[in-house]
């Protein structure tokens, strides 16, 4: 029973860790501060390798075998450390733009979209929330009707990662194309190039946090999209979208780990230097005990993502289920979401007055925090899952 990292696993976070320090470290608290989405960091990452990280080298990507997901996961908690915004574009560009199109595309879509997206030279989105379906995705009110050889797309989506950046290329959206014989609706993903007439790119939201991660309210016109941009089988987008939530739970996951890492490190830090009543005010317990807490909640949080990542590297290979991952992946986001939100919160205690300022970075961390209890699938809706695993009768 091991519960390391590979040699080559921590050589590679060594390496994304440099880069975290290099590129994005520096320029943090700009971005935050303008809300600016640093599109020219994306192809920088693409040369480094992280979005091809899960691709077959005839896509460009890396080709790797074992352990793929796992590296994924390394990177997306390297830079979470540093910046949850730039961390969020690397999960959601490959487990919610390249990997939809990887899974269950054609060959011809694969050849199309594919090479650009994991050199980092374009950014892809996937469509599922709305204004009035988020959790509830069974709900979608998005219509796509078969039109001769045309796709004909009415609807809006809400919250779209990466969706309006000036090298979006594409956007998979879930979409109702009929009706099932039990009367339920039949949803399927369709995939809409940028620029489409009728594809409508709404203004960028202001956000609690993720100040520099870009997301966009859509909205779809009698838009008009080639019959074979359908991605996977028709009536399946549904159950795609679980598949591909189950991946995107354990980023987020990685992306928490990263969170909760940054706040132990600098509680750390300021408990060391930060001197009241003569000593450091990490001499005292009331401040040693939250800190040491923070220091298990991040090392429980940290096994749980790796175990996730590890079985679903072992499901890719065959050895494991989806129904183990996908159990593996809601405990997993749930845990550390959660606890990332807490360690925010000791963090910003163990300041004081300074963490309630912007000058101090655990500021910027509390805001970025939430939204890791809501994306992917609310905490709530972990715990569905989780009880749903366990055989419970869960309405």
Not at 118 to 126: K, Q
Not at 323 to 344: C, I
Request: charged fraction near 25%; aromatic fraction near 8%.
């Amino acid at each position: 029973m091991a519960f390391e990292l590979s040699a080559e696993h921590e050589d590679f976070r060594r390496v994304v860790r440099d880069f975290a320090q290099a590129e994005v470290a520096p320029y943090v608290e700009q971005w935050d501060r303008d809300a600016h989405f640093p599109v020219d960091l994306v192809p920088k990452m693409g040369d480094l390798g992280l979005f091809g990280l899960v691709a077959p080298e005839e896509y460009g990507g890396a080709g790797l075998q074992d352990g793929a997901f796992t590296s994924l996961c390394v990177a997306i908690e390297e830079l979470g450390r540093v910046d949850q915004s730039v961390g969020i574009t690397l999960s959601a560009g490959v487990g919610l733009g390249i990997n939809p199109i990887l899974t269950f595309g054609t060959q011809e879509q694969k050849q199309r979209w594919l090479p650009d997206l994991v050199t980092g030279r374009a950014l892809a989105a996937f469509g599922l929330t709305e204004p009035e379906a988020g959790s509830d995705a069974g709900a979608t009110r998005t219509r796509a009707e078969l039109v001769g050889e045309e796709w004909v797309l009415s609807g809006a989506k809400a919250f779209i990662t990466n969706s309006g950046t000036e090298i979006t290329s594409v956007v998979t959206v879930t979409a109702r194309t009929g009706e099932r014989p039990d009367g339920r609706p039949e949803i399927s993903a369709i995939m809409v190039p940028a620029g489409t007439p009728g594809f409508v790119v709404e203004p960028a939201y202001r956000k609690l946090g993720w100040h520099s991660s870009d997301t966009h309210g859509l909205t779809f016109e009698a838009c008009r999209v080639p019959a074979e941009n359908l991605l996977g089988e028709r009536g399946r987008g549904f159950s795609q979208f679980l598949a591909t939530l189950d991946d995107g739970r354990i980023a987020i996951s990685a992306l928490a780990v990263g969170l909760a890492q940054a706040c132990l490190e600098a509680s750390q830090r300021y408990a060391r230097e930060r001197v009241a009543f003569g000593r450091p005010i990490g001499a005292n317990q009331g401040v040693a005990f939250q800190v040491a807490d923070l220091a298990v909640a991040v090392e429980a949080a940290r096994l749980l993502t790796y175990k996730a990542a590890w079985l679903r590297d072992e499901h890719g290979a065959g050895r494991r289920t989806a129904e183990e991952v996908r159990q593996a992946a809601a405990v997993a986001k749930l845990y550390s979401s959660e606890a990332a939100v807490a360690a925010t919160r000791t963090a910003t205690q163990v300041f004081g007055g300074n963490g309630f300022m912007e000058e101090y970075p655990v500021a910027r961390f509390y805001r970025d925090a939430k939204i890791l209890e809501i994306g992917e699938g609310t905490s709530e809706v972990q715990r569905l899952v989780i009880s749903r695993g366990l055989g419970l009768p869960v309405d």
